[in-house]
């Protein structure tokens, strides 16, 4: 992933990120999902939705407490 937490903050709304892996079936793949207009869309969000994926569950990650909608 490349991004940052500042992808909504500054003139970069639109950040094209790749992942690859399924996170041993956790993840749901070949799906292409568009946050353009979503509320939620902090990256901090979706690393804590993928942590839970890992085994790794935390109440917050950076300045989000709620995780990604979507990525399951």
Same mark, same amino acid.
């Given at each position: 992933m490349l991004? +940052?937490?500042?992808? #909504?903050?500054? +003139? $970069?709304?639109? !950040?094209?990120?790749?992942?690859? %892996? =399924?996170? %041993?079936? #956790?993840?749901?793949t070949g @799906?292409? *999902?568009?946050?353009? +207009?979503?509320? +939620? @869309?902090?990256m $901090?969000?979706?690393l *804590? $939705? !993928?942590m839970?994926?890992? %085994?790794?569950?935390?109440?917050?990650f950076g300045?989000? #407490?709620? @995780? *990604?909608? %979507? !990525? =399951?």
């Amino acid at each position: 992933m490349l991004a +940052n937490e500042q992808w #909504t903050a500054y +003139n $970069s709304p639109k !950040i094209p990120m790749v992942m690859a %892996g =399924g996170l %041993g079936d #956790t993840l749901p793949t070949g @799906r292409s *999902l568009d946050y353009e +207009n979503a509320s +939620n @869309r902090k990256m $901090s969000s979706l690393l *804590l $939705s !993928i942590m839970d994926r890992m %085994g790794v569950a935390l109440p917050a990650f950076g300045d989000a #407490t709620d @995780r *990604l909608d %979507g !990525i =399951g």
